[in-house]
């Protein structure tokens, strides 16, 4: 049965409800609620209007003069159209005197271009980051970014948190057995990041040698193999989740190898195109553990998901960021 769980409150000094204003765009209400509920402070209204030429408009229904804004935005699809809503709120923001401006993105999807690999190609995520910063954003907070070094694109302070806490909290609250079990992680990209989810548990890793072949496949090279013999479970790790691809190529050649239970987990869960049908023919995958960074309707969930909120995760950066107190410890690159 799917499950949508939250993390433990954490919250000692509070945030001043009339210095700040939080506002949400379209892709993500449900999350920028629950951050607004961890911090009790309202969420205010924003319009939102489509012309018929295709045009958007869009008001902040609260001022925010003077004030520290906070708008949610997950780069989900439609992209193109929830990025253009998130720098249309950000310029809206700056322009009505705004005395912060925060751009609170649980899912970066520009992350994968962090680099040029063929002629005459755009490094989008460095753009997107530089149309941020334009638009009025002075400082960004983000989760798992697929490239770390995007986080060295923006000119602004950047935030990139971590989900690891909470699926790690999760996996023990739930005494999940981790008898015979290895870490997975599908490429050397997630490989440092599995290392210390696994650490966390006591547990060995492997990662496989992908090359993606294109947008929805992939291969696994067969040295994988070697590394996973004699283990009876896997916890496939990985940033996120988008056609499935990755997952799937890599859970049939762990069954291949005797592996005889897997759970998938990931930050970031998608699930595009036929991702869900093509996990749901795999019985082996027992369990589907990711987080609302990206919202899934109840309907779109397999009865197999987990969906822990990090409500709580940005909630707590959020109040420390405005008390001036360290969140080293909430970043994604946090190995105590």
Not at 135 to 144: D, R
């Amino acid at each position: 049965m799917t499950e949508l769980i939250s993390g433990k409150t954490m919250t000692s000094g509070q945030i001043e409800p009339d210095d700040v204003r939080f506002f949400s765009g379209q892709s993500n209400i449900p999350l920028a609620e629950g951050i607004t509920t961890h911090l009790g402070v309202p969420l205010a209204r924003t319009q939102f209007q489509r012309f018929t030429n295709d045009n958007m408009r869009i008001q902040l229904c609260a001022s925010v003069r003077g004030r520290k804004v906070y708008i949610v935005q997950s780069l989900v699809p439609p992209v193109s159209d929830n990025l253009m809503e998130l720098l249309m709120m950000i310029d809206i923001a700056r322009a009505a005197a705004a005395k912060e401006v925060h751009a609170i993105i649980p899912y970066f999807s520009y992350a994968r271009s962090d680099k040029k690999d063929a002629p005459r190609i755009s490094i989008t995520a460095r753009l997107i980051a530089d149309l941020l910063v334009t638009a009025g954003a002075t400082h960004v907070m983000t989760m798992q970014l697929h490239s770390p070094q995007v986080h060295g694109f923006f000119s602004v302070p950047t935030d990139p948190l971590t989900a690891r806490g909470r699926i790690v909290e999760y996996i023990l609250d739930s005494r999940t057995d981790l008898s015979n079990a290895i870490v997975v992680a599908p490429d050397a990209g997630i490989g440092k990041s599995a290392a210390r989810f696994a650490s966390h548990l006591g547990l060995p890793t492997a990662v496989a040698s992908k090359t993606r072949v294109s947008d929805t496949r992939v291969e696994i090279g067969e040295t994988l193999q070697r590394q996973v013999q004699g283990f009876r479970s896997a916890l496939i790790y990985d940033d996120e989740i988008a056609t499935g691809g990755s997952v799937i190529e890599l859970s049939n050649l762990l069954i291949e190898s005797g592996v005889e239970k897997i759970r998938t987990i990931c930050t970031h869960g998608l699930f595009l195109g036929r991702a869900r049908e093509r996990l749901a023919a795999i019985p082996q995958i027992t369990e589907i553990i990711t987080t609302d960074t990206v919202y899934l309707a109840p309907h779109e969930r397999l009865p197999n998901m987990t969906i822990l909120s990090v409500a709580d995760v940005f909630g707590e950066a959020i109040r420390r960021n405005y008390l001036h107190e360290s969140i080293g410890d909430l970043f994604t690159y946090w190995d105590e």
